[in-house]
């Protein structure tokens, strides 16, 4: 399996509910991050993790919790989100040489919360 | 001001024309610009990318980059059905923030057959 591959691809969460989006990548890459992508608005950055080590946040709300294990795995946690949460949730991963390359994304999970 | 400021369009182009598209960004020290495109439903995709002054050419596609007028620009010849799709551009910024991608609102392009 090549890419950036994201599970699920489609989740319907309740307001009460936990649950976690996952990420993987087989580029090889060292950085990667989660993207919010809402309707007729710009991708937002929520996490870039850098080396496994999280780089930046963007004052993302606290029931947004990410975990990088190792370079080739992200998630994202979810608990108690809130109807505006519902998105298209991107993970993408690059190789990041003192200046970033190339950004490649996964299918991205369509989250609605209800 | 944003970031990065696209035309959101739509930009309609009969099938076989150039479609032209536009980015500006604010920040003057940024080193790397992108173009992805993205179907409806879909992840974006890359399609170009460009490092330096001038024009860079991949098939039908061509960016153009002008870093004096922080300015990037996506041409598309011989415009197809297929072509039809939102097209974001995204820049790097300067150092120390040059580990992310900021992104602009995105271009949506519709050919007409």
């Known amino acids: 399996e090549t890419g950036v591959t994201q599970t699920p691809r489609h989740l319907v969460m309740g307001m009460t509910n936990k649950k976690s989006l996952k990420c993987e990548q087989h580029?090889?890459?060292?950085?990667m991050y989660w993207y919010k992508q809402s309707a007729k608005k710009p991708l937002e950055l929520m996490f870039v993790y850098s080396l496994e080590e999280r780089v930046e946040n963007n004052s993302v709300p606290s029931r947004f919790s990410p975990e990088c294990p190792n370079s080739s795995h992200l998630f994202l946690h979810l608990h108690t989100l809130q109807p505006e949460d519902s998105a298209l949730y991107l993970c993408?991963?690059?190789?990041?040489?003192?200046?970033?390359?190339?950004?490649?994304f996964g299918q991205g999970t369509r989250l609605t919360v209800v | 001001q944003k970031e990065v400021e696209q035309n959101s369009g739509p930009l309609s182009v009969p099938e076989g024309a150039i479609a032209s598209l536009n980015c500006t960004y604010s920040d003057r020290g940024s080193q790397s610009f992108f173009w992805y495109r993205q179907y409806s439903g879909k992840s974006p995709e890359l399609i170009m990318s460009i490092y330096s002054n001038g024009d860079k050419e991949d098939g039908r596609f061509t960016a153009q980059l002008n870093k004096a007028s922080q300015y990037v620009s996506l041409l598309i010849r011989d415009s197809q059905p297929s072509d039809s799709a939102t097209y974001l551009c995204a820049v790097t910024p300067e150092p120390p923030n040059d580990y992310k991608l900021s992104f602009g609102a995105g271009t949506t392009v519709t050919v007409r057959a």
């Open positions: 993408a991963s690059s190789q990041e040489q003192g200046v970033i390359t190339e950004a490649f």
């Open positions: 580029l090889g890459h060292n950085a």
